[in-house]
């Protein structure tokens, strides 16, 4: 504690007293095996990376929430990132990755293909521990010793969980699989980071893309469910909530408009009024999009041909006392060497 309290005292940038900028991305930093992720991040050549380096750098935000990136048990990747920002922007002192859901092994067919046990049977997609995790870097000091993850939360056990079933009723893929399915696809925490005026929580997920199944439409449900369960959280459905100064961030994998997924989810949420939903818009003139009905310049990815084009899945929403300054896309011409996906930003003020 005396800890955390000299470092609050040093906080002395303008940026952090005055306002907060927050951001969220899905950076796509995924590598095939395991340690090769801080392979390429120790070689300091690759394209990618220093693309990623680059945003980051000009967009400098507070507090980063990174999805997709290689997890390790002693976050040696995460560092060695951390460190290659801070080369050409920033530097964070405070990080914070928990161990994903994806690539976890579970042992069962959770697909129900009839086979085990490939990337599609663990908790959450991944050929290996921890593919594709989420992390959380911050100028600010995190709370460790009050962070809750719920990752490990059942998808059974969520009230009104819309369980995917074989035509005859019978759990999909079967009671065994469904006993212990969880509900996260990544990670689903609540993180408090300490400002000199008291804690900012925030609600930070990445949600299974709602396609890649069947008939039973397992992804398309648990996406649902996984959007749904911050609503559930809010209501205290596992224990005392933040009533204020909080600000759920993500991917949640969904269009409230235009996604193949079940948008009653995403919809309801941007419509919760606990939240309020700032709409990040990319600069400039967006030409209409023709086979979308939802405003393009709301849209923080753009998957190529055959993937379904560009769409908004990537949110920051603020608890509805927090003072929305400014809010943004990243989206210059040549950013998608850093990821599809592009980095979206909120200024705050909090009270």
Not at 89 to 117: E, F, K, Q, V, W
Request: with cysteine; hydrophobic share 40%.
């Amino acid at each position: 504690m005396i800890a955390l309290c000299l470092a609050l005292l040093c906080l002395g940038s303008p940026a952090i007293a005055d306002s907060l900028r927050l951001a969220t991305w899905n950076v796509e930093l995924e590598r095939r095996g395991p340690g090769l992720l801080l392979r390429d991040i120790l070689r300091e050549d690759d394209p990618q990376i220093t693309a990623i380096a680059a945003v980051i750098a000009a967009l400098s935000p507070d507090i980063l929430l990174l999805q997709e990136v290689d997890h390790d048990h002693d976050l040696h990747a995460l560092r060695a990132l951390r460190d290659r920002l801070a080369q050409d922007g920033p530097h964070y002192p405070h990080i914070l990755a928990l161990r994903p859901n994806s690539g976890l092994y579970t042992g069962l067919d959770m697909d129900g293909d009839g086979r085990c046990c490939d990337a599609r049977d663990a908790q959450g997609y991944g050929a290996f521990t921890g593919q594709g995790g989420m992390a959380l870097l911050s100028r600010l000091p995190i709370d460790h010793d009050g962070v809750h993850d719920f990752s490990d939360h059942l998808w059974r056990d969520l009230p009104g969980a819309l369980l995917p079933t074989h035509d005859d009723g019978t759990p999909f893929p079967s009671p065994k699989a469904q006993a212990v399915q969880r509900l996260s696809y990544t990670g689903q925490w609540v993180v408090p980071v300490m400002l000199p005026s008291g804690p900012l929580h925030l609600l930070a997920f990445h949600a299974t893309p709602p396609v890649f199944d069947g008939p039973e439409d397992a992804n398309g449900r648990r996406n649902h469910d996984e959007i749904r369960f911050w609503q559930v959280f809010l209501d205290g459905a596992f224990g005392p909530p933040p009533q204020a100064r909080f600000v759920l961030m993500g991917d949640a994998n969904l269009d409230p408009d235009d996604s193949d997924g079940r948008q009653g989810a995403i919809r309801a949420l941007l419509a919760d009024p606990r939240l309020q939903d700032p709409r990040p818009m990319r600069p400039g003139p967006v030409a209409p999009t023709p086979d979308k009905s939802g405003d393009p310049r709301l849209h923080t990815v753009n998957w190529p041909d055959p993937g379904p084009g560009s769409l908004r899945v990537s949110y920051i929403l603020p608890s509805r006392d927090l003072r929305i300054l400014d809010a943004g896309i990243h989206w210059p011409e040549d950013s998608a060497s850093a990821s599809r996906h592009r980095l979206v930003w909120v200024d705050l003020t909090l009270p």
